[in-house]
């Protein structure tokens, strides 16, 4: 039985989970620094456990670029059945629907354990995997084990988001701490050393610990790499051979790169140098693995991955793991070989982020290939980096069809511009997609129907409807659709049936949101077509918001957002992240709101209009919330949205600007966005911005009437009936709009407003509001008390409660996982309480507040 020593906690924690897991699936969560003894917790726990639990251990690799799903893989391999059948070629969502099934059916009574090692090395794909076991695990009887390393895992990192995700009451965090001096001296006294010395040397790292006190007593090694050469220097030759093949294997190593080297094996074994994994040997740790590997010389290490290239090409290894010893052996010829196929094989399990580094790896090997094969590659990457929501696509399709008009094929050509228009329009170039879709039919008409054309037509269909040209949307979608089944071309059939339920919907027939469900329905069903199921009801939700029906949006959110995560559909979720932050803030969910907008902005650069919803939604909050950066958030939001002329990006930047000029009391610059957008949204009969952007005009002074096209709340308050219009947000749940109609009214109702403002957190309309009633010669109401009003700081109620979790000691990332939030958003919280403090560290902060009595 392995005993560990100040782990006694950890493995309680660990059993109460399995047992808590009985009505219900949980997740614990093991973080720590490298060698803080994560794997060796997981290890005790399953064998305390016993036959109790049925282990299912998955780890990741430091590939050059991480396979895609790989601990899943390992888990395949133990599991068997249909989900190895499937795993190698089958749909993600498949894949991830047959690890849940043989979760939820486990052999005879053993309760399964899902291990997951070093998922700060996890690709994309097995995270969408953590986040999908995440929100269903609470459906079968399982335990969820991750683990992964405290110092590797910044702000941005995505595991942070995924865990976020998780709910609440699933999760349990274990953090391994270094061991106390009592218990290095522990482990000392029983090795015959000086304690003081070992954990002075150590820092109390159990590995660190470990191989300090397996190396020889003369001399104590200050670092990891003396410490694993020196025990390497007591092996023979051969044995140290093999050694140093496992070094440059970031894995486990198998037999299949062992061969007949059994007796070798078995000394490193015997001396401690390596142990047994499964049905091959690793280091114990990856530090030991990598201070072995950095101590072989450039040409050793290159000719061993030349080694290890040709017996993995042998036996049809992973094509990640061949392009990562194709690289550095230096083997070009090999790179160019597997990258593809890795590529493709990433691709085809929604992997498109390690798809697009694949592809960006292997085409500047490709100066010498055929043209033809050149322009495939680059067409390949560009919808790889497209699904991603990756600026790259753009670049590599105009290459691509650059090739293309070389070659003189004019389907490919035609096929070339009709991508070239739906990325030009992606990355915020309106013009350009008009025209490249144009030149694609004009292409594309000169030569036989095929799909290509059907394809180029339900293009132009898109882009009209996606510029409120809903008459013409619709009619270029069915001159798509009818070609489309004539060829039996279903990919373009349902497209076009997106771009006309869209377009319908924005014409006011309600039946336009049935169409929607029901292309996203029948892609799912047909397989292939995620990126068809994604945008049906993208279309959905963001529509919702636009108009207000916030019921319709939140369920079709509930909906999508999994499915866009399971499927590594970045672009698309982003986009709706941002939406969603704009329907927490119109319902008053605030904290919610900037989780979702801050997020959504922390990933990679992303041009166009797709990240206008967060940036609008979190300049809109910031403004209310009266915080430094508020109108240069707004104006970003203007940059983003304008020049793309499309009413859905260009008219919340226009909201948000008006809100933003209109609380910092300039009421003239105000009224030009608001006029700005306006134009726009009656260009457009945009009902809904309409209303919202004649609201901001009028408050800024302009005496006009409503437009005859508002939207009902929005006109009623600028008509002058103040009541019926909080009436009619309040039904809708939108407590911040009610607040605004109601300032417009008596001295109860401002009262009211100031109430909501208070709660909100509004300081900005707040301060406004007091101010106009002091004015009108009216009472005004006393601010919140004692925690902001008293507060000189101006701390907000969510920066009062970081302050006190930073005062108790508590990291970021403990308070994100205290408070529910991202990393990203505790990071700009304490950055800001420091501000508001006026000090420059954490420490400094909590004397500041115990001295202020904050806290």
Known sequence: MTVLLERTAELAALDGLLA??????????????????????????????????????????????????????????????????????????EVFDLLLEALDRPPQAARPVVVLEDLHWADEATLDMVAFLGRRLALCRALLLITYREDEVGPDHR?????????????????????????????????????????????????????????????????VRDLVLSRLSTLTPPAREVAHLVAVVPSRTGPELLGDRLAEVDECLARGVLTASGDGVAFRHELLRRAVEESLSPVRRQALHAEILTALEDVKAD???????????????????????????????????????????????????????????????????????????????????????????????????????????????????????????????????????????????????????????????QRASELARALGDLDTELHALINMGSARLHLGDREGAAVLRRAHDLAVAAGGFDDHAGRALTNLASSAVDRYDLDEAEVTFDRIMPFLVARDLDGYYRHLQGHRARMFLARGDWR????????????????????????????????????????????????????????????????????????????????????????????????????????????????????????????????????????????????????????????????EALRVFDRLGALAPARRLRADLRERGLRVPRGPRPSTAADPTGLTGRQQEVLVLVAEGLSNADIAARLTLSAKTVDHHVSAVLAKLGVSSRGRAAAEARDRGLI
């Open 592 to 751: 919610a709101a900037e989780d979702d907008a801050v997020q959504a902005l922390a990933g990679p650069t992303m041009h166009g209009g797709g990240l206008v919803p967060a940036v609008t939604a979190l300049a809109m909050l910031r403004a209310r919330r009266d915080e430094p950066g508020a109108l240069d958030d707004a104006l970003d939001a203007g940059k983003r949205g304008y020049p793309t002329e499309e009413a859905q990006f260009l008219c919340p930047a226009a909201v948000a600007l008006a809100e933003a000029y209109w609380l910092a009391g300039d009421p003239a610059r105000a009224a030009r966005e608001a006029e700005r957008g306006l134009q726009v949204a009656l260009r457009a009969d945009q009902r809904w911005f309409v209303g919202e952007l004649a609201f901001w005009k009028w408050r800024s002074g302009d005496e006009s009437p409503a437009p005859a096209t508002a939207a009902e709340p929005f006109r009623l308050v600028i008509d002058g009936d103040w009541r019926a219009a909080a009436a009619a947000w309040s039904a809708m749940g939108c407590t911040y709009l009610a607040a605004c109609c109601l300032s417009h009214g008596d001295a109860a109702a401002a009262a």
């Open 159 to 223: 595991l942070r988001t995924v865990l976020a995700g998780i709910p609440r009451g699933l999760i349990r965090r274990v953090g391994l701490p270094p061991l106390s001096p009592a218990a290095v001296a522990e482990l000392a006294r029983r090795a015959g050393r000086d304690g003081p010395g070992v954990h002075a040397v150590t820092g109390g790292n159990p590995l660190l610990v470990t191989e300090v006190l397996a190396a020889p007593e003369v001399g104590v090694p200050p670092t």
């Open 319 to 477: 094509p990640a793991r061949l392009v990562h010893h194709a690289h550095h052996a230096g083997d070009s010829a090999a790179v160019l070989r597997w990258t593809p196929v890795a590529a493709r094989k990433a691709a085809s399990l929604g992997a498109y982020n390690q798809a697009t580094v694949h592809y960006a790896r292997a085409l500047p090997l490709t100066a010498d290939r055929p043209a033809a094969e050149r322009a495939e590659l680059l067409e390949e990457y560009s919808v790889a980096a497209y699904h991603g929501g990756l600026a790259e696509a753009l670049d590599a399709r105009r290459a691509a069809l650059a090739l293309r008009t070389e070659l003189g094929d004019p389907l490919a050509i035609g096929a070339g511009l009709r991508w070239m228009s739906r990325l030009s329009w992606w990355n915020g170039r309106p013009d350009e997609a008009r025209d490249c879709g144009f030149r694609a039919v004009e292409v594309l008409e000169t030569q036989p129907p095929g799909p290509e054309l059907a394809a180029a037509y339900s293009n132009l269909s898109q882009l009209f409807m996606l510029g409120d040209e809903d008459e013409r949307a619709i009619g270029w979608g």
């Open 20 to 93: 808590g897991s009985a009505a219900g699936g949980r997740v614990a969560v093991i973080s720590g620094e490298a060698g803080a003894g994560k794997s060796t917790l997981a290890a005790a726990f399953a064998e305390a456990a016993g036959p109790r639990v049925q282990m299912l251990w998955g780890a990741c690799d430091p590939l050059l670029t991480p396979r895609a799903l790989g601990p899943l893989h390992d888990i395949a391999r133990r599991l068997g059945g249909r989900l190895r059948e499937r795993i190698g070629d089958g749909p993600r969502g």
